[in-house]
């Protein structure tokens, strides 16, 4: 596999990461309000 | 009471950040986009768009101060018009600020990716897109504070590189072409020089933003001028350096069509410390901006919502980081649909007409709130500008004389955004006129508006049904 393959992987994962921690804790705060 | 109804936005937030907002949403238009002027108008016309465009947003920053530090209020140009004018146009300058600044973050967001997919061809456009909206969302969900240091840091950053490569110019490390003024001064008579004003706004598009920030500063009535007005000096003085810089050193018909003019002025200078500043300036600029971005378009959503303009659910603070996170998050998919949708020259011109709608009713704003409350006391009036309100009627006719060129190239743009914010003027005039919300005048601790006896005016100002109940 290309390098650059896996590096646009990384940065895919990365971004859907941070995506996902961020309405993970939304729905989080939401249950317990 | 819920534990996110009853948490509230943060009061942590001090004059440079302020700036930083204020400043790092607008330093981009500097690095790229203002030299379309030149291309209408060559250099003559860019110097007279970066002057005429220069005195409105002095005014509308004049304003938006004034505004902003009476207000103290989170949604800035939406809460200025929903107070002093009426739900319509409260819930078009809301809808107006949030279309202009989420168009400016999926703008800056393509921008960061092609310039890293310049540097390494082989990165992609659309995952380097996503990490950049979804990193700045992640910023501003976990809070103002950090989302605004970043952006004092990159702001700074980037302001400095123009000022070093200035000075260096100024003197003599670089060899400069000033018969670059002459060859392309004005290309296309007198109607380039009136064609060049719709480009004008780059200079400083977005820098009534930096007042949105003022429910959530320590000290709103002394942050928010000083904030404010530094970041307007400091984007004048950008403005022309960045004018001067690449008018001698890029020939005139090169300079309107390039991408990245600062950039290619440094490439010019064939200086490699000015190349890697001016490279890294463009970058850090593009990050500053979205950020920001993201900070004041989900700010503009929180108070429509909290006003039941849209749904109420946006309104929740996040009792840890005391952010509006329903309102940070929601940005997030318009930003990914806006940076996808293709059309980016299309999304970039909806922002300037958005914005410039803003900077017709900003003023207006605060012709009617001089109007109501004509005591300069300090309690409702922490700063009062100067010559107002006689300078706030002057900006409103820049402000449709911009608006009449982008006539010029952009008629459809101008039509859509005439009928999307006429439509939703009208819808939310009807949809206000009949709720019993009551008006908050004795809650921010002001008097009776102006010429009424029993707040008759101010329930009327604030468009809602009086009722004598």
Not at chain 2, 413 to 432: D, E, P, Q, S, T
């Amino acid at each position: 596999m290309d390098i650059w393959t896996v590096i646009n992987g990384i940065i895919y994962l990365l971004a859907f990461a941070l995506i996902a921690w961020v309405l993970l804790d939304a729905s989080k705060i939401s249950k317990k309000s | 009471m819920t534990e996110s109804e009853s948490a509230s936005l943060v009061k942590t937030l001090r004059p440079f950040h302020v700036w930083a907002l204020g400043v790092g949403i607008v330093l981009v238009g500097e690095y790229m986009g203002w030299n379309f002027t030149v291309a209408k108008g060559g250099v003559l016309g860019s110097l007279l768009a970066m002057l005429v465009a220069g005195t409105m947003y002095v005014i509308i920053s004049l304003c938006a101060s004034e505004l902003g530090s009476a207000t103290k209020l989170a949604g800035g140009p939406y809460d200025w018009a929903r107070l002093f004018i009426g739900p319509g146009a409260a819930a078009s300058v809301g809808l107006a600020v949030y279309m202009e600044y989420i168009a400016l973050e999926a703008a800056d967001a393509i921008v960061v990716a092609f310039i890293a997919s310049e540097v390494f061809p082989e990165l992609q456009v659309f995952p380097v897109t996503l990490l950049v909206i979804a990193l700045l969302t992640f910023i501003n969900y976990r809070g103002v504070v950090a989302a605004l240091t970043l952006n004092f840091v990159l702001t700074m950053i980037a302001f400095i590189a123009i000022v070093v490569f200035f000075f260096g110019t100024a003197f003599g490390v670089v060899d400069i072409h000033p018969e670059y003024l002459f060859q392309g001064a004005m290309p296309n008579g007198m109607i380039g020089l009136f064609a060049a004003l719709q480009f004008g706004p780059w200079f400083y598009l977005g820098i009534e933003g930096a007042a949105m920030c003022a429910e959530e500063c320590k000290h709103p009535s002394r942050a928010v001028p000083l904030g404010q007005q530094a970041g307007m000096i400091t984007l004048l003085i950008g403005a022309a350096m960045t004018l001067y810089l690449c008018a001698v050193l890029i020939p005139a018909d090169m300079l309107g069509v390039s991408v990245y003019p600062l950039f290619e002025a440094a490439q010019n200078s064939g200086i490699f410390i000015f190349i890697a500043l001016l490279g890294l300036g463009t970058l850090l600029t593009c990050l500053a901006s979205a950020n920001g971005c993201v900070c004041d378009s989900s700010r503009s959503w929180f108070a429509l919502s909290r006003d039941h303009y849209v749904s109420s659910w946006f309104s929740a603070v996040h009792p840890r980081y005391n952010t509006p996170y329903r309102a940070v998050i929601f940005t997030m998919p318009v930003a990914i649909g806006f940076a996808f949708s293709g059309f980016l020259d299309q999304v970039i011109t909806f922002s300037i007409v958005s914005g410039l709608l803003c900077y017709v009713l900003i003023p207006f704003a605060l012709i009617r709130f001089r109007n109501l409350f004509p005591e300069t006391t300090s309690k409702v009036r922490p700063f009062a500008g100067p010559l107002q309100p006689y300078i706030a009627y002057f900006a409103i006719v820049i402000a449709i004389t911009i608006l009449s060129t982008l006539f010029w190239g952009y008629k459809y743009n101008l039509i859509f955004g005439f009928v999307f914010y006429g439509v939703a003027y009208f819808y939310f005039n009807r949809k206000h006129k009949t709720s019993k919300a009551e008006n908050n005048w004795v809650e921010m601790g002001w008097p009776e508006p102006k010429g009424s006896e029993n707040a008759r005016i101010g329930k009327e100002v604030i468009g809602v049904e009086f009722s004598d109940d």
